[in-house]
Nanobody
Framework: QVQLAESGGGSAQAGGSLRLSCAAS????????MGWFRQAPGKEREGVAI???????DYADSVKGRFTISHDYTNNSLYLQMDSLKPEDTGLYYC??????????????????????WGQGTQVTVSS
């Protein structure tokens, strides 16, 4: 049984930092694509950052230079270090995984339907 559990959300002032964690269990040993997504109130869910084979592969333009995604194989955890936070970063943040091996050109932020397992989400609120 696949489970993804996010933690680390909360409130921060603009310019501050938060670190999100995602504990993954039950994934296939061949699974090689994971990512962080977010959904702001009244907006569609969007991809924030992706790892492929454990290596950061893509970031949304809006977070480049501020957010860092990382993957720890020893405990199969995914992290998102968020620095220089802005009010527009507010939203519900989800960890997601593709539970099979896929090619790098298919591990993309925009293909949300390709991610077949999702966590429950953790709220991030940034105030100005």
């Amino acid at each position: 049984q696949v489970q993804l559990a996010e933690s680390g959300g909360g409130s921060a002032q603009a310019g501050g930092s938060l670190r999100l964690s995602c504990a993954a269990s039950g994934l296939s040993y061949r699974a090689n694509c994971m990512g962080w997504f977010r959904q702001a109130p009244g907006k569609e869910r969007e991809g924030v950052a992706i790892v492929y084979g454990g290596t950061p592969a893509d970031y949304a333009d809006s977070v480049k230079g501020r957010f860092t995604i990382s993957h720890d194989y020893t405990n199969n955890s995914l992290y998102l270090q968020m620095d220089s936070l802005k009010p527009e970063d507010t939203g519900l943040y989800y960890c997601a995984a593709v539970n099979m091996w896929i090619s790098s050109n298919r591990c993309v932020r925009s293909s949300l339907d390709r991610f077949d397992y999702w966590g429950q989400g953790t709220q991030v609120t940034v105030s100005s």
